[in-house]
């Protein structure tokens, strides 16, 4: 298959479905380009414009995500647009954007949001722009394997109002709310979740990828939106959001 991201062509062939799923995020072209993604059992070969990756060897299959967000997060981020580990639930719109480290429950908590009427529009790396959710991911790892969401909800443009960093989810845990107030905690807190694809290291071989941290930091610097550290259980989480005494209240 042909995919664009952002106005760039590339031609995806694997014989892993992880790659296909992963990357059905994006429009699907039927227009033929030099670029190219390759991924098989015993080859990586990846050259997009500047972007060039080949490695001949057996494959680690846990190396194929953090390879293809990286190449994802390379061709996105500027200082308008980034590509970050996260969730987006919304209501009328109205976004909110959830951070947190892997297996932390963001999707238990996005499966929890439904519950009182938000909707899902990002499951695991989002493209924003500014404020702006500008696509989602429906492509979905979680406890009970792979699961899609609604394509008309990844495909919405969702504003966001409110950025939340889950330290952790616990059945019945008490409800911990702290809004970021220094702004060099809050531009640190954001871009741990926007560097990971780099940062990881690769066990199929040692190899350094591209690192995107100089215009990350160009972008979370020019964010405007409250953030809040939050810990508990989903259900006390989404009644503090939906409940204007704890601060984080959406209309």
């Given at each position: 298959m042909t995919i664009n991201i952002k106005n760039i062509l590339i031609n995806v062939d694997s014989t892993f479905d992880i790659v296909f799923n992963r990357l059905k995020q994006f429009e699907i072209s039927d227009v033929s380009t030099d670029n190219k993604i390759i991924i098989n059992d015993n080859l990586i070969d990846i050259s997009v414009l500047d972007y060039k990756l080949k490695i001949k060897e057996k494959i680690n299959t846990t190396d194929i995500y953090p390879i293809l967000n990286n190449l994802i997060a390379y061709l996105i981020n500027d200082e308008n647009n980034l590509y970050i580990h996260s969730v987006v639930i919304s209501k009328n719109n109205k976004g909110i954007l959830v951070l947190g480290d892997f297996k932390v429950g963001k999707s238990a908590l996005a499966i929890e949001a439904q519950?009182?009427?938000?909707?899902?529009?990002?499951?695991?790396?989002?493209?924003?722009?500014?404020?702006?959710?500008?696509?989602?991911?429906?492509?979905?790892?979680?406890?009970?394997?792979?699961?899609?969401?609604?394509?008309?909800?990844?495909?919405?443009?969702?504003?966001?109002?409110?950025?939340?960093?889950?330290?952790?989810?616990?059945?019945?845990?008490?409800?911990?709310?702290?809004?970021i107030e220094n702004r060099d905690y809050y531009v640190k807190n954001i871009f741990r979740y926007s560097n990971w694809h780099y940062d990881m290291p690769l066990l199929t071989k040692y190899i350094k990828l591209k690192d995107t941290g100089e215009k990350i930091l160009k972008f979370i610097n020019k964010l405007n939106i409250e953030a809040y550290f939050i810990c508990g259980d989903e259900r006390k989480i989404m009644e503090a959001i939906c409940d204007r005494k704890e601060g984080i209240k959406q209309d």
């Amino acid at each position: 298959m042909t995919i664009n991201i952002k106005n760039i062509l590339i031609n995806v062939d694997s014989t892993f479905d992880i790659v296909f799923n992963r990357l059905k995020q994006f429009e699907i072209s039927d227009v033929s380009t030099d670029n190219k993604i390759i991924i098989n059992d015993n080859l990586i070969d990846i050259s997009v414009l500047d972007y060039k990756l080949k490695i001949k060897e057996k494959i680690n299959t846990t190396d194929i995500y953090p390879i293809l967000n990286n190449l994802i997060a390379y061709l996105i981020n500027d200082e308008n647009n980034l590509y970050i580990h996260s969730v987006v639930i919304s209501k009328n719109n109205k976004g909110i954007l959830v951070l947190g480290d892997f297996k932390v429950g963001k999707s238990a908590l996005a499966i929890e949001a439904q519950n009182y009427g938000y909707e899902v529009n990002s499951a695991d790396q989002t493209w924003i722009k500014t404020n702006e959710m500008v696509l989602g991911s429906s492509f979905n790892k979680d406890k009970n394997g792979i699961s899609f969401l609604d394509k008309k909800n990844v495909n919405k443009k969702v504003k966001l109002e409110r950025i939340i960093i889950l330290k952790g989810i616990s059945t019945n845990g008490e409800l911990s709310i702290q809004k970021i107030e220094n702004r060099d905690y809050y531009v640190k807190n954001i871009f741990r979740y926007s560097n990971w694809h780099y940062d990881m290291p690769l066990l199929t071989k040692y190899i350094k990828l591209k690192d995107t941290g100089e215009k990350i930091l160009k972008f979370i610097n020019k964010l405007n939106i409250e953030a809040y550290f939050i810990c508990g259980d989903e259900r006390k989480i989404m009644e503090a959001i939906c409940d204007r005494k704890e601060g984080i209240k959406q209309d």
